[in-house]
């Protein structure tokens, strides 16, 4: 996490730069990882707290767009990214080794167990965050 971060501050200049496989800035994909860590949050404190984990679905793509992150500061955006996966990263290492089988529905998809639906969460982190640094380098 540490180590992305510091790849990613830098200019400002580097969140307005797009990226090739989604319409986004860097800085609205950053948005949409804020977006993502912001339901995981919350579905991973419910699937600790209730037998079971039922949720709408995940954030739209649209609402990046609706949040203007493309006019929120690039520091403060990839900031707020961070620290929220710092909150995730404290959580993780706190689930009890019973709660990792808590069965999880996100939207209409087969129930997966808490396990697989935050290791699916680094992944897609891994995938956009991929994009993004793409061009950094």
């Known amino acids: 996490m540490d180590n992305t971060a510091a790849r990613l501050r830098g200019e400002d200049a580097y969140g307005d730069q797009r990226l090739k ?20 949050q919350q579905w991973l404190t419910r699937a600790l707290m209730d037998p079971r984990l039922a949720a709408s679905g995940y954030p739209a793509e649209a609402a990046v767009a609706v949040q203007h992150y493309a006019e929120f500061s690039w520091t403060d955006t990839v900031d707020l990214w961070v620290l929220l996966n710092h909150l995730l990263i404290h959580l993780l290492l706190r689930v009890p080794e019973e709660k990792v089988d808590t069965p999880c529905r996100i939207g209409i998809a087969a129930p997966v167990t808490l396990l697989k639906l935050m290791e699916a969460y680094v992944e897609h982190c891994q995938d956009i965050v991929g994009q993004i640094l793409a061009r950094l380098e």
């Open 21 to 40: 496989r989604k319409p986004w800035t860097r800085k609205e994909a950053i948005g949409h990882l804020i977006d993502w860590a912001i339901a995981h």
